[in-house]
């Protein structure tokens, strides 16, 4: 009982916390309301990681209730749920520490705040629960709340992007819904926490079906070609609403399509047929024209969404090689993406907080002027780009090692796993192509600033000379050490790289 | 962190066998030895972080602080590596049990976990480069004074040295690969250290050509991993052999020599070489290239000798895979010393062509590698010549930059046609210079001469032992023509050279250099100490031989039987006397022997000569050739097509799946018109029923309001009549007290008091009347008000339902007007902006998903 009430505080801690934020924003002030945001983002990271000992050794299930007749609200962890779970959790309290200085010029922070929580309860719901139905509950939740991140802005711009988002994340909704009812009438359950439902296998709309669930999760995921909200969406919204957007929500998606690929159909299935191969090769079409596109970007937040478009990528290929090590490599990336990405949107997010510059050839010589900044950007952008020692490069390998051993199982032919190694090299050099000429030109070259050239959003006020203009302790903090961890992370890859093989093995029945 | 460390035994390369036995039980001294070579790597690093740290600014005080550290630093790397030594070659005995070879597995490291382990080549060229590291840091700390950012040199360049050693101290391909990696990454702020505009562009072709290098050395580690499920740097011909048969082994080969070879400088991976090596600070460009291409050299060596390494024991019969791959390297070596040397020709910057020089040069050892994988177990000459010249190329190349660097110092010139007669100025720097350039161009007893004379054997029995392979049993003729192109390319190196050290020293002198001073002191002792070794090493070539090549042939799988593993020591014997021409003996030896080589040293230099004479007095030094044959310009062109495409196509698909989605609608047209002209139908039924509807109801209300007035009325008769008899009663009441009074009046006057009580009574009974009439006349009063209120409710009903009417109305004109701004708003659209159906965007479309799902709920019931 006392892990059931651990689970359910996990889940519940945030959304009563956006409550007591928004009275308490309104009672003391908004900067209480911050900070009351981070500790409650903290709290349920210590909850969540509470439950590890417990998760790894037993598992976790417990039905809570019936919501309808037969269909039961269930919480149930499982090793995956566990490894996104505590990633959400936690990039939730970096996001958090660096949204209370973000913020100050922003407008109603009491909201944001609230609904950031709010996200966040919905994020654990998702990963929490083991039934779909459960799962849509509060897929549909995070999804409907996190539309108020995107448009907090309330310019044009922001509204029309939280249209599209909304908008494409109700039919994504629709669709999921869909396929949930079809597979409750033929397997009489929804039930997650297994490796396949056998009566589904043998339904003659199997594959229909499964591009219902893969279609539903895409959305959310940002995987070609339901992608074209994710590069409007996550960069008008604030950045700690980005970098959550960008690192963990998109990956509540990714979460679905392993549940969608192994939980409900399992790998031994879906190898005999097409639909596997086609996802694959919609993984590679999202990971190279996530990347093309990127290269022609001139606004660095829209090229970072570009990017993590790419990065989707990955881990769709990851889940469609239907290797364990492919299936690894997916959920390590999952890990390895959340913390660069999050790094990458934070370092942006305090040069446009400092300086107003968004646009790329304003950046050039940044570098001299927020050199901690930068170093994080180029620590990540390092590990983007997938060179060692940085986390990047132990999912690319796992990843190319996946392609590999899928030949090697005969779910793809040989030379498609030589093309897949191929394709990964292709977008790490793309990846090279639009992150190494920011670096480099933050550090060096050009002294004077460009700025005035582009066009910008806000305000400008690009730094003169050599003047220091790194945000304080309270931003750079959360952004360093997340850098550090690409880096910690690249050198010292037990934790995730344990949890991923562990998520692989439960899969495979290894 | 949990390091373990093991010792391996190897036997001594008099055997020539290589046992791989892991040693049980680690003694304490084994182990601290052991963790030498991550020390080699940690020990630069910390030291470079701390002089960081501790020397911020950029004056006197801490410049010298800075320069302490830094020498401090780089010279205690050489001595980490070079206590190295006796582990590795020589073996310590530890409990009567000879331990060979350095070894540290750090598992937690990367999830694989990472391997070091020196090899004596490895070490050989680790030595060599900490040793110019430290010389080079040495003439920056004067060197440095010209340029700017000095402690971000200082911290990036000794950064650079750890990376660099861990790459020739690795035991696999993974440990390798990730200082492979980094040495790119930092060595990239050497290359842009100017942060002028050739600087930038040298440094982004540097930063692609090692990406892309990189990429591919990684995608042949993949797969050989994937394969083999290992990437230890060890003979794993079998294995591969075994996991790979067919041409995947070959592609694995080709993928792994392009990576390095981009590091190399192999041709056509070779252009960024000629641009990054100029623009970086000299004491850079020195370590650039002299230093850094070696680890791609020494990828090379790894993956052909080592990966690939042939029996020891029996000599293939027939082609194997070695020796195709061999052949293959042998050309690209070829291609690429040949290559280098015309461009090194037409160079008209010294350091310029300097690079050029190293790309040649490069192409030297790439071309021995070659000959050792095609002769398989006989290809100790190619193997010993290619990592003979791998030290001797950094010596004479890091002692050539820095003279130029040296010159340069003073005169900020670096195009050799502009200077001159810098001898009488500097003569330490010119004869320096000098001393680099015998040895560049392989004059006896400079450290070339022996390096060359192995590698020129080496490409001669390539020849002679062709005839095992052909079909008809003759020698390839082929490799004939490559020997000619080894001697033509020592023509061009001695001629470019010679060119070079007499422009820039002896030509006439400009008058604006007459008072250029000397080199500084600090430049003098690198150049010194470069000087002597390369005098040392020419003087006793066998020294190297001895103590690192030649107990490293057996570990590559060469025949300790065959005839050139023996000749190798033999020839560095040679040359190791040839100052000793008088000697009779000697002289005997060398006419049978060694008189070719010499002879060939002659014959290049005077081929060179000639070339120099005729290339000055018909100016072909200044040919410029066309643009299309810069391998760079066909390069970019690709690059930028293919990036150019690339980025196009991803930005026209997503706009397209972006816009299809608006565009759905269009599909959807009867539809939204179907919808619209329902809901114009429905609005107008609206219209035309809404008013009738209002009417009848206003109608029937004033109807009823009629009816009720009526029945009021009538009602209100009913009360007046009631009210009449009631004043009727009362008027009948009074007549009765009239009358009754008079009657009581009457009875009254018998008893007065008794009247007097009865007409209180009265008097009573009256006012109690009157208040009854009164409260009936209230009442009236009331029912008549009561009367007007129904009237106004009645009246304002009907303008109530008027108000509705008209509300209605408006809210009919208004519902266009007040939906397009919402959607405006959620669309961003202009106020005002046209309404058509592409505007339609997202609402149109969720009603067609709506309906596509829909559709698909039918197909699917009535599938199921």
């Not at chain 1, 651990?6 to 309104?26: E, H, N, Q, R, W």
């Not at chain 1, 999202?286 to 022609?296: H, P």
């Amino acid at each position: 009982m006392g892990t059931n009430l651990v689970v359910l505080l996990a889940i519940l801690t945030p959304m009563i916390g956006a409550l007591v934020v928004y009275f308490a924003s309104k009672a003391i002030s908004e900067t209480a309301g911050a900070f009351l945001t981070v500790v409650v983002s903290a709290v349920t990271a210590v909850l969540v990681i509470s439950l590890y000992p417990t998760v790894m050794a037993e598992g976790f299930y417990w039905e809570v209730f019936s919501l309808l007749p037969a269909i039961p609200l269930v919480l149930a962890i499982d090793a995956l749920g566990m490894h996104v779970g505590i990633i959400a959790s936690v990039m939730w309290v970096f996001a958090t520490l660096y949204s209370v200085e973000y913020m100050i010029p922003e407008h109603a922070k009491t909201r944001f705040n609230a609904f950031l929580l709010l996200s966040l309860g919905g994020m654990m719901g998702i990963v929490f629960t083991g039934n779909l139905f459960s799962l849509f509950f509060f897929f549909e939740f995070m999804a409907i709340v996190s539309y108020v991140l995107v448009v907090h802005e309330e310019d044009e711009k922001s509204l029309k992007a939280g249209f599209k988002y909304l908008f494409m994340g109700v039919v994504g909704g629709l669709i999921l819904l869909l396929a949930i009812i079809a597979t409750h009438e033929i397997a009489g359950t929804t039930d997650l926490t297994g490796r396949g439902l056998a009566a589904l296998k043998e339904s003659p709309n199997f594959v229909l079906i499964f591009w219902a669930f893969i279609l539903g999760f895409a959305v959310k995921a940002g995987m070609f070609p339901v992608h074209v909200w994710l590069p409007d969406a996550h960069p008008v919204a604030p950045t700690p609403a980005s970098a959550l957007l960008s690192g963990v929500m998109i990956k509540a998606g990714a979460y679905g399509m392993i549940r969608t690929v192994y939980g409900i159909y399992g790998p031994g299935v879906l190898a005999n047929f097409n639909t596997g191969h086609m996802l694959l090769i919609l993984g590679v079409i999202t990971m190279i024209l996530g990347s093309g596109c990127a290269i022609m970007q001139k606004e660095i937040k829209r090229l970072l969404a570009f990017s993590s478009v790419a990065q989707i990528g990955y881990i769709v290929v990851g889940i469609a090689l239907l290797s364990p090590t492919g299936l690894t490599g997916a959920v390590l990336h999952i890990f390895n993406h959340a913390i660069t990405k999050g790094t990458l949107f934070m370092c942006a997010g305090a040069i446009i907080y400092k300086t107003g510059l968004r646009q790329l050839s304003d950046l050039k010589g940044i570098g001299k002027n927020m050199p901690v900044t930068m170093m994080c950007f180029t620590l990540a952008a390092i590990s983007m780009v997938g060179l060692p020692p940085f986390a990047g490069f132990i999912s690319k390998w796992t990843l190319a090692q996946g392609s590999l051993e899928a030949a090697e199982l005969g779910v793809i032919s040989s030379g498609a796993g030589l093309a897949m190694v191929g394709v990964f090299l292709l977008s790490s050099l793309l990846n090279a192509v639009y992150y190494g000429p920011i670096v480099i030109g933050a550090w060096f070259g050009a002294d004077e600033h460009a700025a005035g050239h582009g066009h910008h959003a806000g305000p400008v006020n690009p730094p003169k000379g050599d003047e220091n203009v790194d945000p304080t302790a309270l931003m750079l903090l959360p952004m360093s050490i997340l850098a550090l961890g690409t880096l910690y992370f690249g050198l010292f890859p037990t934790y995730p790289l344990t949890m991923a093989e562990t998520v692989a093995k439960f899969f495979f029945g290894l | 962190m949990a390091a373990n460390a093991v010792m391996q035994v190897m036997a001594g390369p008099a055997t020539a066998k290589v046992v791989e036995t892991i040693a049980g039980p680690v003694t304490p001294d084994v182990s601290w030895m052991a963790y030498l070579p991550l020390l080699a790597v940690i020990v630069p690093w910390i030291g470079a972080v701390i002089t960081a740290l501790v020397a911020r600014k950029v004056n006197e005080t801490d410049n010298k602080i800075r320069h302490v550290l830094t020498c401090i630093t780089a010279i205690s790397a050489f001595v980490i590596v070079v206590l190295m030594q006796k582990p590795v070659v020589q073996g310590i005995e530890v409990g009567g049990q000879l331990y060979k070879g350095l070894e540290l597995h750090l598992p937690l490291v990367l999830g694989k976990g990472i391997t070091f382990g020196v090899a004596p080549i490895g070490l050989l060229i680790a030595t060599v480069t900490s040793l110019i590291w430290a010389l080079s840091s040495i003439y920056a700390t004067s060197y440095m004074t010209i340029e700017h950012a000095p402690r971000r040199y200082f911290l990036f360049v000794i950064l650079t040295l750890g990376a660099n050693l861990g790459v020739l101290l690795s035991k696999d391909l993974f440990t390798l690969f990730l200082f492979f990696e980094m040495m790119a990454v930092l060595s990239l702020t050497l290359v842009v250290h100017n942060e002028n505009g050739p600087a930038m562009a040298a440094g982004k072709v540097f930063n692609y050509m090692g990406t892309i290098g990189g990429l591919l050395l990684l995608g042949g580690m993949m797969i050989l991993y994937s394969k083999t499920g290992t990437l230890d740097i060890a003979p794993m011909t079998d294995l591969i052999e075994a996991t790979m048969p067919g041409a995947l082994k070959y592609v694995v080969a080709a993928l792994m020599i392009l990576g390095f070879g981009s590091k190399a400088g192999i041709f056509y991976m070779h252009i960024w070489l000629p641009e990054a090596h100029p623009v970086a600070p000299t004491p850079a460009s020195a370590l650039l290239s002299g230093l850094m291409i070696k680890t791609g050299a020494y990828g090379i060596l790894t993956t052909v000798c080592m990966l690939f390494a042939p029996d020891p024991h029996h000599a293939a019969h027939g082609m194997t895979t070695l020796n195709y791959i061999g052949y293959a390297v042998i050309w690209v070596g070829i291609g690429t010393m040949f290559f280098g040397v015309v461009n090194a020709l037409l160079s008209t910057n010294c350091k310029r062509m300097l690079a050029y020089h190293s790309v040649s040069q490069m192409g030297y050892i790439v071309m021995g590698v070659g000959v050792a994988g095609y002769l398989g177990n006989e290809g100790a000459m190619g193997l010993a010549g290619s990592a003979y010249h791998m030290v001797n190329h950094a010596l004479f190349k890091a002692g050539l930059f820095f003279s130029v660097g040296a010159v340069y110092f003073h005169t900020h010139e670096l195009d050799m046609y502009k200077l001159g007669g810098m001898i009488r100025n500097m003569p330490f720097t010119a004869v320096a210079c000098l001393v680099s350039v015998f040895g560049i161009t392989a004059m006896p007893m400079f450290n070339g001469y022996a390096s060359k004379t192995l590698l020129h054997h080496a490409i001669e029995e390539a020849y002679t032992h062709s005839a095992h392979f052909t079909a008809s049993h003759q020698p390839d003729t082929l490799l004939l023509i490559a020997e000619a192109i080894f001697v033509l390319t020592a023509f061009g190196t001695f001629c470019s050279n010679a060119k070079m050290w007499s422009f820039v020293f002896i030509w006439k002198r400009p008058e604006k250099y007459k008072d250029v001073p000397p080199e500084p002191m600090s430049m003098r002792i690198a150049m010194g100490i470069l000087s002597a070794v390369i005098i040392f090493v020419g003087l006793k070539p066998h020294f190297l031989i001895n103590h690192y090549i030649g107990p490293a042939l057996g570990s590559y799988g060469m025949d300790p039987a065959s005839y050139a593993y023996s000749k190798i020591y033999y020839l560095g014997y040679m040359t190791s006397k040839i100052h000793l021409l008088y000697d009779p003996l000697t002289m005997e030896v060398l006419t049978k022997y060694n008189v070719g080589d010499f002879l060939g040293v002659g014959i290049a230099t005077l081929g060179g000569g000639l070339y120099f004479i005729l290339g000055y007095r018909f100016g072909w030094f200044h040919a410029a050739p066309p643009e299309w044959t810069s391998v760079k310009y066909q390069y970019t062109k690709f690059a930028t097509k293919f990036i150019d495409t690339l980025s196009a196509v991803s930005i026209a698909v997503s706009d397209g799946v972006n816009k299809f989605y608006y565009d759905a609608t269009a599909i959807l047209n009867p539809i939204s018109s179907i919808s619209l002209g329902t809901s114009e139908t429905v609005n107008n039924s609206y219209y035309a029923i809404a008013p009738k509807f209002i009417r009848f109801i206003t109608g029937a209300s004033s109807v009823t309001s009629e009816a009720v007035d009526g029945a009021y009325a009538r009602a209100g008769d009913v009360v007046m009549k009631a009210a009449e008899g009631t004043t009727h009663f009362d008027r009948a009441i009074d007549r009765s007290y009239d009358r009754s009074g008079e009657l009581v009046r009457g009875a009254a006057a018998r008893t007065q008091a008794f009247d007097r009580s009865i007409d209180s009574s009265y008097e009573r009974s009256g006012e109690l009347v009157k208040k009854v009439a009164m409260e009936t006349d209230r009442f009236d009063r009331h029912l008549d008000e009561s009367y007007e209120k129904s009237g106004e409710l009645v009246k304002r009903v009907a303008m109530e339902t008027d108000r509705f009417d008209r509300q209605l109305d408006e809210a009919y004109e208004e519902a266009p007007k007040k939906s397009l701004t919402f959607w405006d708003k959620f669309l961003g659209r202009q106020e005002g902006g046209e309404f058509d159906i592409k505007s339609l965007g997202f609402d149109t479309l969720l009603m067609a998903i709506v309906l596509g799902v829909f559709l698909f709920v039918l197909i699917y019931y009535t599938h199921f």
